[in-house]
DNA sequence: ATAAATTTGTTCTATATGGAACAATAATTA
DNA sequence: TAATTATTGTTCCATATAGAACAAATTTAT
């Protein structure tokens, strides 16, 4: 007997769709960027919002929540939220800000520090696996047109 | 008096990161594709699920929900209770298969094909829009690059 | 033929998420 | 100076989301 469904080639819709460049960013933060966060949560028990404090805070030395609300693209709630829980977790410092009494500076701690190296290592590892598919020469040529496209996409207004 | 926060260049974080290249496909997503969704929910009243169900069924003239949920990986869920919904809408209609009682074929439409031309017509300027950035050859670049990562995501197990 | 395993679509539940409104503070304008 | 506007960080709330478990149907293995 006949297999009942055809095996669908499922990536036609790539070519077909009326916006084919921006699906495929789409559909690679459904089938990649996504998952991946749900495996940092899995693995190392932090949301999105709090791998993101920590990924800048790693790389600069003191933020204020608002600040990693603006450069990661995420809403301030989101970031509040995620900071009293990385602080009781002891991978955030806050210190009020003198000059500012709204504001509190956020550093990170050590252990942040090393919460950090042990997810960034993972992230390495998993874009290295993605990019595989790609030439030396194919990676250098996506990495500054991503770069011109990311650049682009942060002067956008919120 | 000096202000009192420098301005920031938010996008230093770009070439810092560990993960330069895969921090940006996240970037998009949450500075472009998200807020895409956003819109369209806004828009159009339509859920990023619901959507998805329109762009398929406008590209296949029939499909489970299942082979929705794969094409676009998402859960098999959320596309369950979407279909629910377009279907109440008159989006969608669903006739059982005759060959396999657990199944049901999904169809769009004359109203859901409608919807879906107003989305893609807002989409396609959208897209426009993010790469107008790009030169023709760089448009061209990247349009190759992206169809062999996309490819390659659809073939990583779920 | 029968049992075991798989597939589909669904509901239930817990959690992540972001908008809106808010109080406190600071900056700007009159 | 006083009044208005903007900013920061927060809480509240409604909704989107995905995992888990499930029943029914089908397929595969024994």
Do not use: W
Not at 61 to 66: D, I, N, P, R, V
Not at 137 to 144: K, Y
Request: with cysteine; hydrophobic share 40%.
């Amino acid at each position: 007997m006949a297999r009942k469904s055809e095996s669908l080639d499922y990536s036609n819709i790539f070519e077909a769709v009326e916006f084919p460049d921006a699906y495929k960013v789409s559909y690679l933060a459904n089938a990649i960027v996504f998952p991946t966060y749900e495996d940092v949560r899995k693995d190392f028990g932090l949301v999105r919002a709090e791998y993101h404090l920590l990924l800048c805070l790693a790389h600069y030395s003191e933020l204020t929540a608002q600040d990693v609300a603006r450069i990661t693209r995420r809403p301030r709630n989101s970031i509040s939220r995620a900071v009293h829980r990385m602080l009781d977790l002891g991978f955030l410092k806050r210190v009020p800000d003198p000059d500012d009494a709204r504001r509190a500076k956020l550093q990170i701690t050590r252990e942040g520090k090393i919460m950090h190296q042990n997810i960034s290592a993972y992230l390495v590892d998993r874009e290295a696996e993605i990019f595989s598919v790609l030439s030396d020469t194919e990676r250098e040529s996506f990495r500054e047109l991503i770069r011109k496209l990311a650049n682009f996409a942060s002067t956008l207004k919120r």
